[in-house]
């Protein structure tokens, strides 16, 4: 592969690329610019090559971009870089934001470059050590032939994996990623806090809880969620939710409301194994739908 990489926003994800596209010579990264002369000196230094730049007019001919910019600049980002004649016909131009497409790139694609969206499912929060969390990362993959061709070779270059998703579904494909990790934790925080109320301390509630959590998600990951699914819904065991409802209801509204959203969820799963009677399910649904 190889072929020079001129970068624009470098955080978090962009220098864990960076360093492993670098380290892999899948890319030379020749040119970075972020917002300021410090943090893009601050990603060359990690990424091991390139130069900062301050100013986009600095940049030299490259036939790969990448804009690693928060999503919300993705778009200005790519309309100077083709109003300015920086990105030529030919050269590939891809972001990685999970919710927008490559049709944010029209622009580009219109003078004749290739453009894509590549979104890593991960977790970016210190590039050191993401360089080493990156094997076997699936990447969300979508946009032009060429671009794509290209890119599904460096990810799995660097260990990655791609999986191709249409780009009309992109905004939903990330609803859902979003909601399996981010609401995952918003739910523990919920759950630490009913523990809290219940003489468990956060901490001791954290504690209490790994074994359990870990051993869940591997079951939905190994066995897949309805195998994984337990409890009382799931069992049926109507006395023991509304004994649930009914206490939760002591500590406000918020946590009824999650307990009866998430367990009508649960029934789904519960409805489709086929092992409850449609009268458990009917009195369950009753009991969930709320006063
Ligand atoms: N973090 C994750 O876990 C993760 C995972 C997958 C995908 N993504 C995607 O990756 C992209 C970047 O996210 P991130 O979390 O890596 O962001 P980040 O750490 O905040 O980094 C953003 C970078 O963009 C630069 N920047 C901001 N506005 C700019 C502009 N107008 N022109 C040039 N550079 C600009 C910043 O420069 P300064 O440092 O100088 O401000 C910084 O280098 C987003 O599309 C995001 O959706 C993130």
Redesign the pocket.
Known sequence: MGGALNI?????????LARLFQDARVFQVKAV????L???K??TDFIGAGKPLSAMHEFEPAPIWM?????E??G??SRVLTRCNWVRQGDVVF??????SSTVLDECSEIGASVASL???????NPEV?VGQFAGTWCALEGDGAATQILRQAVEAIGGQVIAIAPHQKTLYHAGAVMACNYLVALLDVSLDILRTAGVSREQGAALLAPILRATVENVIEQGVDNAMTGPIARGDIDIVERHIRELKRLGPESVSVYRELGRATLAVAERRKELSRDKIGQMKELLAGD
């Open positions: 624009v926003g470098c955080g978090r994800t962009g220098q864990t610019l972020t917002q300021s410090e943090s893009a601050q990603a804009i690693g910019t928060p999503d600049a993705i200005d980002v972001h990685l934001s999970g919710a927008l979104h890593p499912v991960q977790n970016f929060a993401s």
